[in-house]
């Protein structure tokens, strides 16, 4: 589709075309921007009535990315009506968009009516826009506040795809330390086991748990928008890992911490995945600056293969004995409410759609 005025063309590329995926992955090379066409849901192209590329940008989701405009045309509107032309049609879905992008164009964007939420320098700056913003999400964590007698107000993020042992110690774990625990459960819908399923497992499986509060993560933890390397099939640890891990602590040591008055974090070793890996660092490198004591927790084990080999419990080894069905096999990872979902006919759909995917969520 193109969309015609009297100095500019509009076009939405194919992302199935070869020739228009590097016709925007060059001109973005130019930009110091390297293009990924699996990372996005569209992207549009600008030319000028010669045919000219003039700028180009992309959304996933409802997240503006890679925009950029030729050094040639970066005093004409072109900037402005990219970003214009992408936000009305997010838009005509979402009413609040974000924008991720780097820090020294943020000022574009807040010119444009943009909003700077947080950045991790060299790299991201991450910025929103429309008749929601995270003063809202701080009005919903002070409805869910609770009061406290003492200090000891700790907070816990997962997703839990699926609800396991290991999860269920972690909570227990944080809740028989601390007055109240405050759970925030990852809100995007990007795992194989949907938001309210997860949300209904972990809810079962910690209902005995009376300090425990739970919360919705929204758009601000570990999200699509903030944090879109958590949730890549392909891992790294190079420093775009690093530096979304970051923004999302930031996001959440500056906008969550105060609100709730939380002291501490608790998180489980890593001993699998490289992303959360960095994320659990960059806890351990943020949160002690905003007087957050990230306390991480040795994952528990069903069992000793070997002296220094113990079955770790994790949820991706529970989506791969659901894939090879092997359930049976790790009984003991799974809470029995986990377990008696895994096993009804609610969870079919889920476990076929496991077992036609080889993705990490």
């Not at 130019?30 to 045919?51: A, C, E, H, I, S």
């Not at 009061?147 to 774990?173: D, M, R, S, W």
Request: glycine residues 4%; hydrophobic residues 40%; aromatic residues 12%.
């Amino acid at each position: 589709m193109s969309i015609e005025n009297t100095d500019y063309l509009y076009v939405w590329i194919s992302l199935d075309n070869p020739y228009d995926i590097k016709l925007v992955k060059n001109f973005l090379a130019q930009q110091g921007l390297d293009y990924d066409p699996t990372d996005v849901d569209r992207t549009m192209v600008l030319f000028n009535m010669n045919k000219q590329v003039i700028g180009t940008g992309s959304y996933k989701c409802r997240t503006l990315k890679y925009v950029a405009v030729a050094k040639q045309f970066r005093e004409t509107t072109a900037f402005a009506d990219i970003v214009s032309f992408i936000t009305n049609e997010l838009f005509r879905t979402h009413k609040h968009t974000f924008v991720f992008t780097k820090p020294e164009t943020a000022k574009l964007f807040e010119g444009l009516g943009y909003t700077e939420i947080a950045r991790a320098e060299p790299l991201f700056a991450v910025l929103e826009f429309g008749y929601q913003s995270i003063k809202d999400y701080q009005n919903y964590l002070k409805q869910m506040k609770r009061n406290t007698q003492t200090q000891n107000i700790a907070a816990i993020v997962v997703n839990c795809n699926p609800f396991t042992n290991g999860h269920k110690y972690l909570i227990e774990t944080a809740a028989n330390e601390n007055e109240i625990v405050y759970l925030f459960v990852v809100e995007e819908d990007l795992s194989v086991f949907p938001f309210d399923i997860r949300w209904e497992l972990i809810r079962k499986g910690t209902e005995h748990i009376k300090n425990l509060v739970m919360l919705k993560a929204g758009h601000y933890i570990v999200s699509g928008g903030i944090f879109p390397n958590y949730f890549l099939k392909k891992e790294s640890t190079d420093l775009i890992s690093e530096k979304q891990a970051e923004l999302d602590i930031t996001i959440f040591a500056k906008y969550m911490v105060p609100v709730l008055n939380i002291t501490k974090r608790y998180i489980g070793t890593e001993n699998y995945c490289q992303t959360t890996l960095a994320y659990n660092k960059a806890m351990h490198k943020i949160l002690p600056l905003h007087n957050v004591e990230v306390i991480e927790k040795t994952r528990i084990a069903v069992d000793q293969i070997e002296t220094d080999n113990p079955n770790y419990i994790s949820a991706s080894k529970v989506r791969q004995a659901i894939r090879e069905d092997r359930l049976l096999e790790i009984k003991d990872f799974i809470p029995a409410t986990t377990a008696e979902f895994l096993f009804s006919e609610e969870a079919k759909e889920i476990i076929k759609k496991i077992k036609s995917n080889d993705g990490r969520h």
